[in-house]
Antibody, heavy 117, light 107 residues
């Protein structure tokens, strides 16, 4: 099982960025997919989740209304659209898969998002 | 949201000794608690789910216990590969939350 995130980079405050998470084989299509972030030198913060069929999603309060998670199972990809970015969104963003509401069992290596002017 | 506390913050242990890490939840999470190990520059690795079920490939020296609000991760006879950060995480209620972590370092 391999998950690969992409789309990170340096972005100015208030701008947008879209992260992608691609899974090998069928590793994503039957799983819920989460985004979890980790600010430099800090702990883990759960960000968002989307169900295997895309019908349900949940968000952390700190990103609700600014971030949106979506998926395209035909392409085996999950997106995290991040709008109105703030400096405290700076972090490594990991995607991870999980069976239904079970914990994340496989993680990607992460992609770094830096929000700075 | 459910707040998780972990203690100690840092645990200094000699190789071959055992270690006990604690996690306390601000309200009951039943047994919907997981433990992860993280090394620098790497993503977390799932060790324990359902408070006490080892994930695939996790050595038997890792064991979890507890339910409700009090949980423990025990590592018997630490190996060099075990010195890392350990996080607990609840998945009983949205939003999922993580504890701040315990660093297990070489004494």
């Amino acid at each position: 099982v391999v998950l690969v995130e992409s789309g990170g980079g340096v972005v100015q405050p208030g701008r947008s960025l879209r992260l992608s998470c691609v899974g090998s084989g069928d590793s994503l299509n039957q799983h819920a997919v989460h985004w979890v972030r980790q600010a430099p030198g800090k702990g883990l913060q759960w960000v968002a989740v989307i169900s295997y069929n895309g019908r349900n999603d949940f968000y952390a309060d700190s990103v609700k209304g600014r971030f949106s998670i979506s998926r395209d199972n035909s392409k085996k990809i999950v997106y995290l659209q991040m709008n109105s970015l703030r400096s405290d969104d700076t972090a490594v963003y990991f995607c991870g898969r999980a069976w239904s509401t079970d914990p994340i069992d496989y993680w990607g290596q992460g992609t770094l998002v830096t929000v700075s002017s | 949201e459910i707040v998780l506390l972990q203690f100690p913050v840092t645990l200094s242990v000699s190789p071959g000794e055992g270690a006990t890490l604690s996690c306390r939840a601000s309200q009951s999470v039943s047994d919907n608690l997981a433990w992860y190990q993280q090394k620098p520059g790497q993503p977390p690795r799932l060790l324990i789910s359902r408070a006490s079920t080892r994930a695939s490939g996790v050595p038997a020296r890792f064991s979890g216990s507890g339910s409700g609000t009090e949980f423990t991760l025990t590592i018997s006879s630490l190996q060099s590969d075990d010195f890392a950060l350990y996080f607990c995480q609840q998945y009983n209620l949205w939003p999922w939350t993580f504890g701040p972590g315990t660093k297990v370092e070489i004494k």
